[in-house]
């Protein structure tokens, strides 16, 4: 398989992934709202070889804490996400490296 093969390929599963999983919910929000994509995210992610009560528990972990920092409103998230970005408490790649003592860091390690 070539390389304009092997990305067809995965056009193809990812309209297959789309008809058969992503029509069962509010896709929309996943396209306009970066909260609930990254919600849809965790969700698909830290369910991944472990049990669901601990995947849940730690899902639930991750968005409670960035409930505390971005808040629930869509519009407010937006402007705290920018606000955090700006204010260096989201890092830039070359800052991961320093980021023992960010909030919300520590928050996510409780």
């Known amino acids: 398989m070539n ?3 092997s990305f067809k390929a995965l056009e193809e599963f ?3 992934y789309e008809r058969e999983y992503l029509h069962r919910i509010a896709t929309e929000s ?7 994509a990254f919600d849809f995210f965790l969700g698909h992610t830290y369910f991944q070889g472990r049990r669901d009560a601990l995947s849940l528990r730690f899902k639930e972990a991750a968005m409670t804490t960035l409930d ?3 808040g629930s409103d869509p519009q407010t998230r937006i ?6 970005i700006h204010s260096g408490i ?3 790649d070359h800052q991961w490296n320093t980021w023992t003592n960010n909030p919300l860091f520590l928050d996510l390690q409780r």
Not at 30 to 36: A, E, G, M, N, Y
Not at 79 to 84: G, I
């Open 68 to 70: 505390e920092h971005f």
């Open 3 to 5: 390389l304009k093969q």
């Open 90 to 92: 989201i890092p830039t």
């Open 79 to 84: 402007s705290r996400f920018r606000d955090a």
């Open 14 to 16: 990812g309209k297959l």
């Open 30 to 36: 996943l396209t306009t709202d970066w909260f609930s």
